[in-house]
């Protein structure tokens, strides 16, 4: 029995020890250093010293596109499990304002969007919306702006089975596939009795393929507002994002502007910004318009309705 016992012992022993010469191929995981840089310099946007935040690393198998595994990291990089053999990778940041991610799983789907905008902010627009005609780009599908979405895509990474005892370096630059543009409203009267401006611009890209590195062929219109810092006593400043004007529709870009002064009357004003959006490294619009926005009557209080609605539309000149 004491023998028996022995040849157990001895078994266990060298199964143990099997199982310790395994044990490097499974670090080997551990192994891998993904050297992250985050790209800063972005037109009309600056960056300061924020960081992007929780980046999210999936590698996918590069003949098949199969996806393979994840991990995460900070926005600087870090140690990362990883599979070895020939891989595709893409990284982005988690947190991009109102950005969502979906299909997350698919090389060729993984896709980020914004929601449409909340029943408050499409009954600003509503009388306009309703009011359109086909000539005029549809509003039908409105969404927020993103934020700026940071992506490093890399494709064909082979990663040896067997890594040394120094680790195994990937080094990507994760850019915004997001744009910062202004807009420039001047010969605006009356900004004293403005409440609030609103905006809206058509012909933009609804989502982004994130691992294919291109905007969709979804045609929307963004809604943003404007704040009261941004406005001098004739001219009216924004900015908006946006994944980059749809270029495969047709659709005019149409900027939808809409004055609401301190009694709740409001005042719409659209202007064809299309050719604007194309050769224009600053991603600056400017407008010159002749906008006259009039007193008030005092007494009524705040009325957020839009029954005396007054609608005008510009052709301008570039």
Known sequence: MSRMRYILLVAMATLVAVACERRPIEESYLKVYLDLNIERNITNYELKDEAPGLMRVMFFDSATKEFLSHDYVSHEGGYIFAPYGDVDMVVYNLEAGEIHVRNYYSWMDIEAFTENINDFQRNQFARYINSR??????????????GHLFVARKEGIHIPHHITNEAFIISATARSVVESWTIEINGVKGTEWL????????????????????????????????????????????????????????????LSVLFTDTQGHSYLHNFDVSSQMENNPEQHIVINANIDIPKPEAGGGFEPSVDDWKEFEYDIDI
């Open 195 to 254: 409440g609030g401006v609103t905006m809206m611009i058509s012909g933009q890209s609804g989502s982004y393929f994130i691992a294919r590195g291109e905007p969709s062929t979804n045609s929307v219109a963004l809604y943003f507002d404007t704040d009261s810092k941004q406005r001098s006593a004739v001219s009216i400043c924004s900015r908006f994002e946006t994944f980059g004007r749809e270029q495969t529709s047709g659709d005019a870009v149409l």
């Open 133 to 146: 005609v086909d000539t005029r780009p549809s509003y039908d599908d409105i969404r927020t702006t993103p």
